[in-house]
């Protein structure tokens, strides 16, 4: 992977991209790998930044007018009023910088990113929207630039597009940040380890000598690798209406309830199918035989979607590997590791679960 990041000259074809609103960039994407990489282990470089959990977002400034698309290219501008204003206020002239949209919770000395709130932002009445924007203010964290004063810097270096980066930005003050960068592989290490007790979920590595390569993943990042048993509480039936989807997971409270803690998917065509008969023995029936119906709890997000379930007996346990938990919940889809019949349902509790030490966000914004 590193030689095929040495290799390329990615940005030579985007080099005349208008970088507007009208044709929006897709972001430059990241490769998942196991450990943070030496630098020395490519031609050209490395530097490292903290991979922060948040909305991507590209800002598109043309020195009077602010629009933020996301990572699919749909514009989240009327979500973040109070960042349209700063971006208006702060920025020296027109650019396009890439970067995250975070919120911070907690109090001085004790803050962390909140995705809970930053995921309410996304409202569809105005007047909630506003109302956010003063109870939750987003910040936007900085980490590339895109163009400056009309030209692209698509073709260009990182570490040039990074010098220029830090001249934008660097003395703009709350709520745009720039972000930390180092070439010091064993602080990466550290922030890998401290910086998720601040919320933060990794690290990212990136080639110096790189260009800016649209939808592409160029850069490299690290997360981490944690695992647990889970008791199956059910299953969702696959989309296309054949197999299992996707297993409901849950873990045991101290209070003793059996509580949702997130789900885990990515089978084959072959395993869904599979799957269902082998589950069949644990479905739960009501008093007529029918099978009992069951719905996860719905939220904004959630629309039309259908959110009902399979319920099964909670009687078998299953390893899953995740990397973070968002308050009682898997931050994101855990995998499927292997069955564990060797472990009672009732020992899979939310104590085997690793803690991150506390770290205060504002150490990481410094």
């Known amino acids: 992977m590193l030689a095929y990041l040495a290799a390329g000259s990615f940005g030579e074809q985007y080099r005349d991209m208008d970088l507007s609103p009208a044709d929006p960039v897709v972001p430059m994407l ?41 990572r699919g290219s749909k514009m989240l501008t009327r979500y973040f009023p109070e960042l349209v204003d700063a971006f208006t206020s702060l920025l020296p002239g027109p650019c396009v910088l890439d970067g995250e949209i975070v919120v911070r919770a907690g109090v001085a000395g004790n803050e962390r990113l909140d995705w809970e709130a930053l995921s309410q932002r996304i409202h569809p009445a105005e007047s909630r929207v506003r109302t956010l924007s003063v109870q939750t203010p987003a910040m936007f964290v900085a980490f590339d630039l895109l163009a400056e004063a009309g030209e692209s810097m698509l073709a260009t270096p990182f570490s040039a597009r990074r010098t220029a980066l830090e001249r934008v930005v660097e003395h703009l003050g709350h709520p745009i940040y720039l972000t930390q960068l180092t070439k010091d592989v064993d602080l990466a290490r550290r922030w890998l380890v401290e910086f998720e007790g601040a919320g933060l979920d990794g690290v990212v590595a990136k080639l110096l000598s790189a260009a800016y390569a649209p939808g592409k993943r160029v850069m490299l990042k690290v997360k981490h690798h944690r695992s647990a048993d889970v008791v199956l509480l059910g299953y969702r039936v696959h989309k296309s209406g054949q197999g299992v989807g996707s297993l409901l997971l849950g873990l045991y409270g101290a209070d003793g309830v059996l509580r949702n803690v997130g789900g885990a998917s990515a089978f084959s065509d072959k395993r869904r199918l599979e799957l269902v008969d082998e589950l069949a023995p644990l479905v739960r029936h009501d008093g007529t035989g029918q099978v009992e119906k069951a719905e996860t709890e719905r939220s904004r997000f959630s629309g039309s979607k259908d959110v009902s379930f399979v319920p099964l007996e909670p009687s078998r346990v299953i390893e899953v590997r995740y990397d973070q938990m968002e308050g009682s919940r898997f931050r994101h889809t855990a995998q499927f590791d292997r069955w564990r019949p060797d472990r009672d349902p009732l020992s899979c509790t939310f104590d085997q679960l690793e803690v991150p030490v506390a770290y205060d966000l504002s150490e990481v914004l410094a």
Do not use: N
């Open 30 to 70: 990241a490769k998942a790998v196991d450990a943070v990489p030496q630098p020395d282990s490519v031609d050209g470089g490395l530097a490292f930044e903290p991979k922060w959990d948040g909305f991507r977002a590209i800002v598109y400034f043309d020195g009077t007018t602010v629009e933020i698309g996301s």
